[in-house]
């Protein structure tokens, strides 16, 4: 099903409407299972996390802005929040690292430029421009739903040492993808 | 769109929360943060746009039979309105719970290891054995009141292709209540925290069969081939 096609789905639902809201979960309660499944890594979790994320959806079909976000991304938006908000939720709700480390020096907006160039360049050709166990623990960290406590320990560093290269990998992503 | 004046830390943070390494309170900071500042929130909305070309990893697996059956009963059974003609009889409802345990006596089709055994420390609350009078039909459900959720086993009964089951709570007063689909091989049934405040010892619970999906309406439309109340197990 085209992106067009699952976006009308989104507003029908958005209207309340029932036929379009069980079309649009045959069409894509599948990949987002597979979401909430990756992360949570437990069936059971996994299903009561779909089962959450399709009220979600009903709730906030009326946020969703055809050409703000594709429909897909959308979707496996909130099913992502709700499987990480899960997991976190098993967690500390907080870390004992320092205040959010210096990332880089005043370098102009890059967001801004973002914004000006009009178009970015896909994630993958960025996430090449990094060290490879950086752009592994970008990748992982998306995919997986790590912590940054999960992440320190796969690599063996600490976790102040983590969060100081995710957070460098993330302003060399957006750099590269403004260029 | 303003984003101009937002510094690399800015950029850093929204990008942190899309990958999702926060922590719980640091998430729920950023949300509050994003509620309030648009530049903010369009930065958040500029990382989930790009990150999401990583979604490509995730592979489609089908889920269980159910869920979408939990979705609609949690989302379309709340709107239930008062019904007439026998769901609305207190005197045949009790009359049909008597039955049902008169039958499930006569029938002996209840035998404790129809339940699965729970962990011990952890046994349900509260059991309730659902029957017909006058025939083999019934199922047990189970409510663990602390997880809010029925733990449905299903004894010898299945609906007709197209049809659904569909679990009434039955109060002394008022229509019966919606509590959701019977999930078609057993299974939990989660229910919202409210409706599970309003059940208690001695609740009287009904299943009708319904047009596939649950009753559209959300009072019963169905014939009702089940009933039994809930008692401490």
Redesign the interface.
């Known amino acids: 099903m085209s992106q067009d096609e699952l976006s009308g789905l989104i507003a029908r639902t958005a209207l309340g409407d029932r036929v379009a809201f069980s079309s649009l979960y045959s069409q894509t309660s599948a990949k987002l299972f597979g979401v909430a499944l990756r992360i949570l890594k437990d069936r059971a979790q996994a299903e009561d996390a779909l089962q959450e994320v399709y009220v979600r959806i009903w709730r906030r079909a009326g946020s969703f802005r055809v050409g703000q976000a594709s429909a897909m991304a959308w979707l496996v938006t909130i099913a992502r929040n709700q499987a990480i908000d899960l997991i976190r939720a098993r967690q500390p709700a907080t870390l004992e690292y320092d205040e959010a480390p210096e990332v880089a020096d005043a370098a102009p907006d890059p967001e801004a430029r973002a914004v000006l160039s009009g178009e970015s360049r896909r994630i993958d050709t960025c996430l090449s421009e990094l060290d490879a166990d950086r752009a592994t623990a970008v990748v992982a960290a998306y995919v997986e739903g790590l912590s940054y406590q999960e992440l320190a320990e796969q690599h063996a560093v600490p976790l102040n040492t983590m969060r100081t290269w995710l957070r460098r990998s993330l302003i060399k992503l957006r750099e590269c993808m403004s260029r | 769109?303003s984003?101009?004046?937002?510094?690399?830390?800015d950029?850093?943070?929204a990008?942190?929360y899309?990958?999702?390494?926060?922590?719980?309170?640091?998430?729920r900071k950023v949300e509050e943060r994003m509620a309030r500042d648009s530049g903010f929130a369009a930065?958040v909305?500029?990382?989930?746009?790009?990150?999401?070309?990583?979604?490509e990893?995730?592979?489609?697996?089908?889920?269980?039979q159910g869920?979408?059956a939990?979705?609609?009963a949690?989302?379309?059974a709340e709107a239930a309105k008062p019904a007439g003609g026998l769901w609305g009889s207190l005197v045949f409802w009790r009359g049909l719970a008597f039955a049902s345990l008169a039958a499930a006596a006569a029938f002996g089709i209840y035998s404790g290891n129809l339940v699965q055994q729970p962990a011990p420390g952890s046994a349900p609350a509260l059991i309730a054995e659902l029957g017909a009078p006058g025939s083999s039909v019934g199922l047990i459900a189970a409510l663990d009141p602390a997880e809010g959720a029925f733990t449905i086993t299903p004894a010898a009964f299945s609906p007709d292709d197209g049809k659904s089951l569909e679990l009434w709570l039955v109060p002394g007063e008022g229509a019966p209540v919606s509590l959701g689909l019977v999930p078609s091989d057993g299974g939990r049934l989660?229910l919202d925290q409210p409706l599970v405040q309003q059940i208690s010892d001695g609740a009287l619970l009904a299943v009708s069969v319904e047009p596939l999906?649950g009753s559209p309406t959300g009072v019963a439309t169905g014939p009702v081939v089940l009933s039994g109340s809930l008692s401490k197990n």
Do not use: C, I
């Open positions: 769109m984003t101009g004046t937002h510094r690399p830390d950029n850093a943070l990008g942190e899309v990958l999702g390494v926060l922590p719980m309170s640091e998430r930065l909305a500029s990382w989930q746009t790009d990150l999401a070309h990583l979604d990893a995730y592979q489609p697996q089908t889920p269980p869920v979408k939990r979705v609609d949690r989302l379309f989660v999906g």
